[in-house]
């Protein structure tokens, strides 16, 4: 009665949540357009505030020199960084579709939640991490870059 085979079932626990949250962050790794959209945010964001520094000083009349927010200017580029880390928004989620690795990934943890959880903690954090260097980085580009001492940002904190 013994010779039907069995699917063997695992005596050990499901996985962890870190351990899914390790598994979706060497996936996140693993793929090139990853990095390429990361890299795509960041130099929007810090190239449009370069570009925005040398050539607005000189558009601006001396009173929008005057009301104008320098950091404001300076995270010009933030739209369309946006719009790559959309993309990679996508890409963290869909891209296990489009190999039929989604159905190795749901074989090894079944709780679908546990899993959109993960991918949603990774990419946020991943997100949250490389805005937040390039913001930086593009205020102070903006700042380095800047033709004109009359839109420095200390002058913005007297007010």
Same mark, same amino acid.
């Given at each position: 009665?013994?010779?039907? &085979?069995?699917? %063997?079932?695992?005596? =050990?626990?499901?996985?962890?949540? #870190?351990?899914?949250?390790?598994? !979706?962050?060497?996936?996140?790794?693993? /793929? %090139?357009? @990853?990095?390429?959209?990361? /890299?795509? $945010? /960041?130099?929007?964001?810090? *190239?449009?505030?370069?570009? =925005?520094?040398?050539?607005?000083?000189?558009?601006?009349? *001396?009173? !929008?020199?005057? @009301?104008?927010?320098?950091?404001?200017?300076?995270?010009? =580029?933030?739209?369309?960084?946006?719009? $790559?880390?959309?993309?990679?928004?996508?890409?963290?989620?869909?891209?296990?579709?489009? #190999?039929?690795?989604?159905?190795?990934?749901?074989? $090894? /943890?079944?709780?679908?939640?546990?899993?959109? &959880?993960?991918?949603?903690?990774?990419?946020?954090? @991943? &997100?949250?991490?490389?805005?937040?260097?390039?913001?930086? &980085?593009?205020?102070?580009?903006?700042?380095?870059?800047?033709?004109?001492?009359?839109?420095?940002?200390?002058?913005?904190?007297?007010?």
């Amino acid at each position: 009665m013994d010779a039907v &085979a069995r699917p %063997r079932i695992s005596d =050990g626990p499901l996985p962890s949540f #870190t351990d899914v949250l390790r598994s !979706e962050l060497c996936k996140l790794r693993s /793929v %090139r357009s @990853t990095y390429w959209t990361l /890299v795509a $945010a /960041v130099v929007c964001n810090v *190239g449009l505030a370069a570009l =925005g520094a040398i050539f607005v000083p000189g558009q601006l009349s *001396g009173h !929008e020199k005057e @009301t104008v927010d320098p950091i404001r200017l300076s995270l010009g =580029g933030i739209h369309l960084s946006q719009v $790559a880390f959309a993309v990679l928004g996508v890409l963290v989620i869909s891209s296990e579709y489009s #190999t039929g690795m989604i159905r190795t990934t749901l074989s $090894a /943890v079944p709780q679908r939640r546990r899993v959109l &959880a993960a991918k949603a903690a990774v990419f946020t954090v @991943t &997100a949250l991490v490389v805005g937040m260097l390039a913001s930086f &980085a593009a205020y102070f580009v903006f700042q380095a870059f800047l033709s004109d001492d009359s839109l420095r940002s200390s002058r913005s904190c007297e007010r």
